[in-house]
Each structure stands twice: as C-alpha cells, then as structure tokens.
C-alpha cells in the first residue's frame, strides 16, 4: 500500500538524490533515472573501471588504442515502469512483494515527475495493462490510485506482455522492470531481448523467506499462482538444494542481463526501501 506518508518522504529523499547522485553524471540533463545519451560528444582514453560498453572498437581497429564515447545526455527521456502484480506477488509477511515493488515504481516516477519528464507505467500479470505517458502529479496520483486498488492474481505471462509493450516504446527510453522474475529463463530472456536496445534497470524483488527458506518442518507448500500443492519436509539438505536452485536462477537471470547490457539488482523486501533507491541509483 502507498500511503501519504511514503509519498512525503519521497520528496525529502529527492533533495538528498539531488547532492549524492546528479552530481556524477554530465551534460545538461539532470534526471538520476536516466541512460546514456545517443549523440557522441567526444572521447577519451579507457580507463580500469570504465564500462567496458563503450568502447569505440571501430577506433581500436584501426589504432589499436581503447577509447570510451561520452554522450550528449538526452534532453527528453521518457521512463517505462512496469510492474508484476501477478499472485506471486502477494507474498510476504510485514509488507509484500508487490508493495515493495509498487513503492520502487512510484519513486521512480517521482524522481521523474520531478524532472518534468514524462513516465509511463504498467502492471502485467496475464494481461498487460498500460496507461499513456504523461508528466505531472496527477499522473502519479492515478499511478498510485491503481496500484493500491489492483488485484494480484494470475501467472506472470511476461514473453507475451514485453511483446506488446514493444510496440509502445517510441524513441530511445528507460524501462525499469520489477518482479520476483520467478518464472521460466527462457521466457526471461525473450522477453527483454524484445524491448531491443533500450536502457533497462531489471529489479528482482524476494522476500527474505524465499531467499533462505529459514524454518524447518514438515509443510505443504501451495504455487499461488499454479495452485498445485507439494508436499515437503524442510531440513538442512533440503534447504541447500532449494538455495542452490535459487541461486542457479538468480545467476541466470544476471548473465542474461550482462550480455545484453542491462542493469540488473536482486533485492529482498527486509531493506530498507530508500537503500535501495541510491543502490538502483548509482
């Protein structure tokens, strides 16, 4: 639930981003959300810790010396949220999965809002619902409005939603993805390989039970979304084999993320929420 309180802190929190964040990046663009740029301003020589995506290999070709581009910042960036609120969502004991996603989401457009940029935001589960990108409060207000009001329900068709939302992406943008991601690899992966080349922060959201299975006992375990039940015994072996899956998945999905250039951060909901914003933020 997004309440007036979160909403006030986000405002005392976009002073802070302001100072620790806007700061590293150049050009006259200011927004903390944004990607690079698509004009090449100009070069200079790599250096260890430099992102190695920029490199201009057409002048090591023909020099043998590493070069980084450096972009014109955009002026006008419009940014994608788009957030899972299929039943796998609704997981979580002090605040849910889907909560915490939905107050990842509403700062970003936040953050957006306050660089009078417009933002557009979707919800996807079976369906992938979609509202046109505006700039402004009540925009936010109708995002906040829909979010607090939504049902989770269903399985996460995420291929299918990404195949539609392609065709709402216009020119070059920023889409930040958030979900549990706690579905098929395969289907991961075409399905942000079919946004094409945008810049992309890709936002696992766990909660901590899921992440380390800390109980023991014999339990029947119900897929919220399948409703199939399985019958389990959590012991020690038990719980290092699920971990190992667990994090099999996990290194996936990064992997994934790494080949095509995209950011991606794995959070579970015990953080606090403004840690994870400049984590994202960096």
């Given at each position: ?24 990046y150049t050009g006259e663009r200011r927004s903390v959300m944004h990607g690079r740029g698509i004009t090449v301003k100009d070069h200079r020589i790599y250096a260890p810790g430099d992102d190695f995506r920029a490199i201009d290999w057409r002048i090591f070709a023909r020099t043998d010396d590493l070069y980084i581009r450096r972009y014109e910042e955009d002026k006008s960036l419009t940014t994608h949220i788009i ?200």
């Amino acid at each position: 639930m997004i309440t007036t309180e979160f909403l006030s802190q986000l405002d005392r929190f976009n002073l802070v981003v302001r100072k620790r964040v806007t700061s590293s990046y150049t050009g006259e663009r200011r927004s903390v959300m944004h990607g690079r740029g698509i004009t090449v301003k100009d070069h200079r020589i790599y250096a260890p810790g430099d992102d190695f995506r920029a490199i201009d290999w057409r002048i090591f070709a023909r020099t043998d010396d590493l070069y980084i581009r450096r972009y014109e910042e955009d002026k006008s960036l419009t940014t994608h949220i788009i957030v899972d609120h299929s039943a796998s969502m609704n997981f979580g004991k002090s605040i849910t999965k889907f909560d915490y996603a939905s107050m990842l989401g509403v700062g970003t457009a936040y953050l957006a809002m306050k660089e009078n940029e417009k933002f557009q935001f979707s919800t996807f589960s079976e369906n992938l619902e979609t509202f046109k990108s505006r700039r402004g409060m009540g925009h936010l207000a109708t995002m906040v409005d829909h979010l607090n009001n939504i049902k989770l329900t269903g399985v996460s068709r995420f291929k299918d939603a990404m195949s539609r939302y392609k065709k709402m992406i216009g020119s070059r943008a920023l889409v930040v993805i958030i979900s549990d991601f706690l579905f098929d690899i395969e289907e991961i992966e075409e399905g942000l390989i079919m946004l094409g080349k945008q810049d992309m922060k890709i936002i696992q959201v766990l909660d901590p039970v899921e992440r380390q299975l800390a109980f023991d006992g014999d339990f029947r375990l119900k897929d919220s979304e399948t409703k199939s039940i399985l019958r389990a015994y959590v012991n020690p072996r038990f719980r290092i084999n699920y971990k190992q899956k667990l994090e099999d998945h996990i290194s996936k999905i990064a992997k994934i993320c790494d080949e095509l250039g995209l950011d991606f951060h794995i959070i579970t909901t015990d953080k606090p929420i403004f840690d994870t914003f400049y984590d994202i933020l960096k």
